[in-house]
């Protein structure tokens, strides 16, 4: 089975400071996983993703995550928060299939506030 | 190319009744997915489909159903509805994808149920 524990339910942040969200994931193969943020009355959108091409990942909006193996991490940042980063994120991992796609198993969710 | 459209984007519903909600695809995006996103649960795979045929199936009462269309549109069905039952329904569509790495899934903006 896979999982991934999201650390810390609330994150606030200064504006122009440092975003560091963490995800841990549990998985019994390789896991490729994601990063999406849902803002209020949307569906979610994907910030990026890892599927064993590299361990840092760049993606939208100025965001970056790190795949550490022997940490079981996926850790999202971004240098300098922005109001506009006002958001939930949430971390997901998928095993892959020979068949397409499987499902994303989706973390708890980081509520992030960006204080002026 | 258009986004995931979701309709309606908002029900309301007493007990016992069924519902029907629908979901048009990218155009080219064959395999559609269904979550349900409570404050309480978070985000839960319900099922996929692909080539109108169910491929994977989420932890969810047989009340819980779905269908996927020709034109890859897809629909899942609700009956007897219950009060747990609210929530918000997202569906995503992706690409079948390469073996083993997962496709991308774009989620549409969601239909929010509410059941009195």
């Known amino acids: 089975a896979q999982s991934v524990t999201q650390l810390g339910s609330h994150v606030s942040v200064s504006e122009g400071a440092l975003v560091l969200l963490r995800c841990n994931y549990s998985s019994s193969v390789p896991p490729y996983l994601f990063w999406y943020v849902q803002y209020p009355n949307q569906g979610l959108q994907l910030l990026l993703k890892y599927t064993s091409a590299a361990t840092l990942v760049k993606g939208i909006n100025g965001f970056e995550a790190e795949f550490k193996k022997s940490e079981t991490s996926f850790h999202l940042t971004k240098p300098s928060a922005h109001m506009s980063d006002a958001a939930e994120y949430f971390c997901a991992v998928s095993r892959g299939s020979n068949f397409g796609n499987e499902k994303l198993t989706f973390g708890t969710g980081t509520r992030l506030t960006i204080i002026p | 190319k258009a986004g995931v459209t979701q309709t309606p984007r908002y029900l309301i519903k007493t007990r016992g009744q069924q519902v029907t909600l629908s979901c048009s695809p990218i155009?080219?995006?064959?395999?559609v997915s269904w979550y349900q996103q409570t404050p309480g649960q978070g985000l839960q795979f319900l099922f996929e489909?692909?080539?109108?045929?169910?491929?994977n199936k989420g932890n969810f009462p047989g009340r819980f159903s779905g269908r996927q269309f020709s034109n890859s549109r897809s629909e899942m069905n609700v009956s007897t509805l219950e009060l747990g039952d609210s929530a918000l329904y997202l569906c995503a569509s992706s690409l079948p994808g390469l073996a083993r790495i997962p496709d991308t899934q774009y989620f549409g903006p969601g239909t929010r149920l509410t059941v009195l």
């Open positions: 155009s080219g995006h064959r395999s």
């Open positions: 489909y692909f080539s109108e045929t169910q491929r």
